[in-house]
């Protein structure tokens, strides 16, 4: 029987390097950011639909989405980003479990489930188990300053506009701490794998 597994951590924290680990060791991920670009693509459905709710302003001259210009209107603003998530989720939400049951239909004994709002969207209730990938607020906003070019304030208004990661540690079935070094990371992904090879998760 296949396990439904759920990936998730905050902005920053490192769960994009434990789900390409876990990609890389033949499990198969389903990534709802990768996911989300494809319905935000120029010319798209869901990017159609995000222009009608924000207007214009949030496309690029080559009518690509502008992902910066839309960050800086949800994530100052409660109510906008609730009209963001209105308007992705369901179609997300239908991608997913479309390649949900495609993994399953093909047996694989484990399926990967990244998801960012694994908990806020009501994922989680849907999985077996759960993975929280952690850092401290600190080490999370100094990496996204370094990633992503914001500033202190932007950094933490995207980590703010998120469910507090230390929420979803206490939801978390599997806690990946990731304050350490890569090394350390791969070493704590190494022993899961290990589990899941012998399919004891």
């Known amino acids: 029987m296949t396990k439904l597994i ?5 902005i920053a924290s ?5 789900s390409n680990l876990l990609r890389l060791s033949g499990y198969p991920v389903i990534d709802a950011d990768q996911i989300v670009r494809q319905l935000q693509s120029a010319h798209s459905k869901g990017l159609a639909q995000l222009t009608r709710v924000f207007g214009t302003t949030i496309l690029n001259p080559d009518q690509s989405l502008n992902r910066r210009a839309l960050g800086s209107l949800v994530f100052n603003d409660q109510e906008k980003l609730d ?6 989720q369901p179609l ?5 479990w479309q390649q949900v049951n495609l993994y399953k239909d093909r047996q694989f004994p484990y399926i990967i489930l990244d998801v960012p709002l694994l908990f806020e969207a009501d994922y989680a209730r849907d999985c ?7 850092v401290d607020r600190a080490v999370q906003i100094q990496r996204l ?6 500033s202190r304030n932007e950094a933490e208004q995207r980590i703010n506009a998120q469910m507090p990661l230390a929420k979803k540690k206490q939801l ?5 701490d990731n304050n350490g070094n890569r090394e350390e990371l791969k070493r ?5 794998i290990d589990q899941m090879h012998s399919c004891k998760l």
């Not at 759920?6 to 905050?10: R, V």
């Not at 997300?92 to 997913?96: A, G, L, T």
């Not at 077996?128 to 952690?134: G, T, Y």
């Open 6 to 10: 759920g990936l998730t951590g905050g």
């Open 14 to 18: 490192g769960k994009s390097t434990v």
């Open 83 to 88: 009209e963001l998530n209105s308007t992705m």
């Open 92 to 96: 997300i939400r239908d991608e997913i």
């Open 128 to 134: 077996d188990l759960v993975i929280v990938v952690a």
């Open 145 to 150: 300053m370094k990633r992503n070019g914001y």
């Open 172 to 176: 978390a079935d599997i806690l990946i």
């Open 188 to 192: 704590q992904v190494a022993a899961l």
